[in-house]
Structures are given as C-alpha cells and as structure tokens.
C-alpha cells in the first residue's frame, strides 16, 4: 500500500511565527491552510496578513470549488505570511485546545510572539498544564512574564518555581517588542521548547531594518 503524508502543521506554524518575529516576508509550500486555521487567525490579529496560494500542482482555489467531489480539507497550497514592520506586532490573547483549537504545540512559539509584540497578552494552556518550561529561559532573555491566576488576574506564588508547579495556571506576558530581546544563554529542555528559543534567538539577531538592529 502507499501512504501520503500530509504537511506538518506544527512545523508550519513555527515557521510563520519564525518570519512574524524576525519581520520577514515568507511563502511555505504545500501546507493545509483548513489545518492552521487557529494559528494563522492569531498571526492575523497579531498584525500580519495571510495569503493562501493555488493548489500545489493542481488549479487554482477558486477554480477547484466547483469540483464537488474533492475534499477542500486536504488541498495542499502555498502559504505567504507578510508581517508588520519590527515593531509593529500586535500581543494575542489565546488558550490551547484539541483540535481544531490552537495547538499545544505552538503555545511556547506563540509566547516569544508576543514577546516581540507591544502590550499585554494571557495565555492559558488546557492541554499540557505543564509545559512551562520555556518560560526560565524567556526571562533569561529580557521577556516579563509572570504566572497568574486562571481568571488571568492576580499574580500567583512561586513565579519562578519549575513548570509542574505552575500546572493550571495562566502566563501573563508584557510584550517587549522588536528591541526588548537580548541575547543570553539558555536551555531548551524539550522539542517545542527549543523550537521556541530558537525563534526568540532569531528575533534578537534580525536587523530592525534602521541600522540599529542587534544583528547588523
């Protein structure tokens, strides 16, 4: 038998995150935009915007609607995500939920998001209570960030206590913006953990594009 696998949506993610923060303009191929719908939609509030491109060696979008018979959620296309200018990144608030919900897997990409953006944003994390582990590392590299009541209101004891004692809580993040990152020696102790350093590393490194950047 033969098996196709379909594009990662995680990996996806993580990408487009990638370009938010570094401020870049970036187009993925193939990736399944109905699989993204929660991350693109908080890159979007965030201030970018999302163009989806023809089907990958197929027709059009628009052509392929009147195909009644193909599966609209498994088209695979390209993907361009043009963000703002450094700076101009918008905090998201958001909660982790299964499917179709926004992913676990992108929730420690999705905080160096608003790291790098202006204003306050809560995130809640409903699948993996635990997985905090990124958040050490963050304030290693300039990022405020505090754990806060599930109502996202009062601080709560033990801000620096390890990632399981804070299961159940939620993260109160103060976006520092393009400029506020600075670079430090950190550890990525799992797979999306890493992945989200890596972007923060990145984030600092970006030229700001006015000769001031930490990566001129």
Request: include cysteine; proline fraction near 6%.
């Amino acid at each position: 038998c033969a098996h196709d696998a379909i594009p990662d949506r995680i990996e996806a993610g993580t990408m487009l995150v990638v370009a938010a923060c570094v401020g870049s303009t970036l187009t993925l191929s193939p990736v399944i935009p109905e699989h993204m719908t929660a991350t693109t939609a908080l890159l979007i509030d965030a201030g970018c915007s999302i163009d989806v491109g023809d089907e990958v060696g197929g027709e059009s979008k628009s052509k392929s609607k009147s195909n009644s018979n193909s599966n609209s959620t498994s088209r695979r296309r390209s993907m361009t995500i043009t963000p703002p200018p450094r700076g101009g990144l918008r905090a998201v608030d958001f909660t982790t939920a299964p499917y179709p919900g926004v992913p676990t897997d992108m929730q420690p990409q999705l905080c160096v998001l608003n790291a790098c953006a202006e204003g306050v944003a809560i995130v809640r994390e409903t699948v993996f209570e635990s997985r905090w582990s990124h958040v050490p590392e963050l304030r290693r590299m300039g990022v405020e960030c505090d754990f806060v009541d599930a109502d996202g209101d009062d601080a709560v004891a033990n801000a620096n206590a390890n990632a399981n004692a804070n299961a159940g809580r939620a993260l109160r993040i103060v976006g520092v913006g393009a400029r506020g990152l600075r670079r430090a020696d950190v550890r990525g102790s799992d797979l999306r953990a890493s992945a989200a350093l890596i972007v923060a590393g990145l984030a600092v490194m970006a030229p700001m594009g006015d000769g001031d950047g930490d990566g001129d």
